[in-house]
């Protein structure tokens, strides 16, 4: 079983802070999703990383992808009340017993920015 | 309109009763699964279905049961409900390809007294 260790599992800041969230697993993954979740909603895909140092940006949100492709961090620049949500990492890898790629979830940070 | 539907959006029931939760979706997508979502757990795979004659187990199957009636339909049944099944439970549809993007419903908040 493939796991993914998502930190901080809380956060609180001020609006114009900057922030960053981590994914870590010591497992390798094909590709790492980004989702984002506000209250009462499901989950909605952000992003997907795929290559190993990749780097990809969404206005003030920079994903990365780690060289090993075992881990991921999202850097949120002069965040706002917008951007208040769960976010979840969930990596994919091929599960043998199952003989079908998965996703694994990652437990989640919960962010909170306060105007 | 939501591409992925859930109903109901909330229920709350007593220990064992039979409970259903269905999920419909308009994407075309052959693969769908269930998720149940809890406070610090994540979310959590409860079955998954590649087509409608391949239904197949997660994470925490027990205590659960799914229906895929059609293509775009999968149902997940709590025969005997009990109360460490509150929890917040979401259908998820995907391409075939299973690293491809995943597409939730809503959600349906089950509580379990």
């Known amino acids: 079983t493939q796991l993914l260790e998502q930190s901080p599992q809380f956060l609180s800041i001020q609006e114009g802070e900057n922030l960053t969230v981590y994914c870590n697993s010591s497992?390798?993954?094909?590709?790492l999703q980004w989702y984002r979740q506000e209250p009462g909603e499901g989950p909605v895909l952000l992003v997907t990383v795929v290559t190993g140092g990749e780097v990809k940006k969404l206005k003030r949100l920079t994903f990365q992808f780690g060289d090993a492709r075992k881990d991921s961090s999202l850097h949120i620049t002069a965040a706002q009340p917008g951007d208040t949500g769960l976010y979840l990492c969930?990596?994919?890898?091929?599960?043998?017993?199952?003989?079908?790629?998965?996703?694994?979830f990652g437990k989640g940070t919960k962010l909170s920015v306060i105007p | 309109d939501a591409d992925v539907t859930q109903t109901p959006r909330n229920r709350i029931t007593k220990t064992g009763k039979r409970i259903m939760l269905e999920c419909s979706q308009t994407?075309?997508?052959?693969?769908m699964y269930w998720y149940r979502q809890d406070p610090g757990l994540g979310l959590r795979l409860i079955y998954y279905s590649f087509d409608v004659k391949d239904i197949n187990k997660g994470e925490i199957s027990d205590g659960y049961s799914v229906s895929r009636q059609a293509q775009a339909k999968f149902s997940l049944s709590l025969e005997s409900a009990i109360p460490n099944q509150t929890a917040l439970y979401f259908c998820a549809t995907s391409e075939m390809l299973g690293d491809s993007e995943q597409f939730f419903g809503p959600g349906t908040r089950l509580t379990v007294l």
């Open positions: 969930a990596g994919a890898g091929y599960d043998s017993g199952a003989g079908s790629y998965q996703l694994t």
């Open positions: 497992s390798v993954f094909s590709s």
């Open positions: 994407k075309g997508h052959d693969r």
